[in-house]
């Protein structure tokens, strides 16, 4: 074997446990049928103790609405009573192009699967963010780049666009996003990186109600059995693109 060809090889056994093969499916619950349990099919309800309950919220970039709660209502493991509750959910504010919020854990944690819930009765419902992880120990890790500085090329992975926008019909209602690996392991995580963007440009009100941002940690997942393996095997095995509950 040629000398080029062995150190190609080599690097390429080095290299492929980098890439991460994220899965992002999310469920639609519509207008008519939302309530304020947060009811899935597949995807579990909100929770009040997962790894994003310990977890520092910062504004990295972006104007939260006037209206809007604080940034602690997306790991509170509160939602909304009401589809249209602007004080239970984080929001930027209106016109703007949404922003970035940084979750720091107090340690790393291997993370099983993110789950974004949102609910509104209109345009403010769906979800879109990109989503990046950073271990903590990049060399040139920059925890607060603004839009404009791509995450990538200061330390930050890139894990995945997470979209819960309709193709056609009713955009209200209620979303869980959730974000998984094939690996069953999203990797050791000290911080999340979540750039929020507006789901439509019609008016100036299509910045997402997010009601709550759960982060379910490995460890905890093998010895909690309240969600069982039905829906985490279930998710494993769903691949993007995503699918919807969404009903006609
Ligand atoms: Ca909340």
């Given at each position: 074997m040629p000398a080029t060809l062995k150190i190609l090889l080599t690097l390429l056994v080095l290299i492929v446990p980098v890439f991460l093969n994220a899965q992002v499916e999310f469920e639609h619950v519509p207008n008519r049928s939302a309530t304020a349990d947060f009811k899935f099919d597949r995807l579990p309800s909100p929770r009040k103790d997962d790894a994003a309950t310990n977890a520092k919220l910062t504004l990295v970039d972006g104007t939260p609405d006037g209206g809007s709660a604080e940034l602690n209502a997306l790991t509170d493991g509160q939602v909304p009573?009401?589809?249209?509750?602007p004080g239970a959910n984080f929001y930027f504010d209106a016109g703007t192009m949404g922003g970035r919020i940084r979750m720091d854990f107090p340690a790393p944690v291997e993370i099983k699967q993110i789950i974004s819930y949102s609910w509104h009765p209109g345009s403010r419902g769906p979800q879109l963010y990109k989503l990046y992880a950073a271990g903590g120990s990049e060399a040139n890790l920059n925890l607060a780049p603004k839009r404009g500085i791509d995450p990538v090329s200061c330390g930050w992975r890139f894990i995945a666009t997470v979209s819960t926008i309709p193709k056609q019909g009713e955009e209200g209602g209620q979303y869980a996003a959730s974000v998984t690996d094939a690996s069953g392991n999203l990797g050791k995580v000290r911080y999340l990186l979540f750039d929020c963007y507006v789901t439509e440009l019609n008016d100036d009100y299509g910045n997402t109600f997010y009601s709550e941002i759960d982060v379910i940690g490995l460890s905890r997942n093998r010895s909690n059995k309240s969600y069982g393996s039905d829906s985490s095997n279930g998710l494993q095995q769903i691949r993007a693109p995503v699918s919807s509950l969404h009903t006609p």
């Open positions: 009573a009401h589809a249209d509750e």
